[in-house]
């Protein structure tokens, strides 16, 4: 298929491609259950977590199957730098260690360029933003969270996780 200069060609996407992102959310989310932290009300994470999904499929189906947003093509942010950052404020909500979301945002890159139909020509700024927004979506969301509940940010573990109760005799 030739490149229609999109940095996505969807076109390009193989059930394979479909099979990667599944596998990599099932991971992220297993991982993310086990090291994820109580200390905001579950009422207020799962509202995080329906707004992350919005704005992903929203962008998804306006940017890839509408055609409707304008390219944002090859520069340093594009429209799923938006959802970059709502899946940062949501993994702020679940108190999610911050090596947890520096691991899987830049594994979500490492994918992204890896992967037919989905970013494999971005430009490596745009990767770099991406990472960027997601960490400081989880500061805003989780250093709140803090102050809120007089706790700390998770930088290594957290509070009330499944990983911190296992430490735990």
Known sequence: MPDDGAVANTSERTWVSWVGVIVFVAAALALGIFFSGTQLPLWVRIAFSVFF??????????????????????????????????????????????????????????????????????????????????????????????????GQLPFLISAGSLACQACVP
């Not at 959802?83 to 993994?91: D, I, P, T, V, Y």
């Not at 594994?107 to 890896?114: C, Y």
């Open 53 to 150: 999904a919005v704005v992903t499929v929203t962008i998804a189906i306006l940017s890839d199957v509408a055609h409707v947003l304008p390219s944002t093509d090859r520069g340093p942010f594009d429209w799923y730098t938006i959802a970059h950052g709502s899946a940062g404020l949501m993994f702020g909500a679940w108190f999610l260690p911050l090596w947890w979301i520096l691991v899987v945002t830049i594994a979500w890159e490492m994918f992204e360029a890896s992967v037919p139909g989905w970013g494999m020509h971005e430009p490596f700024l745009n990767r770099v933003i991406d990472v960027t927004v997601a960490v400081f979506g989880w500061f805003l969301v989780a250093g709140l969270g803090a102050l809120i509940t007089q």
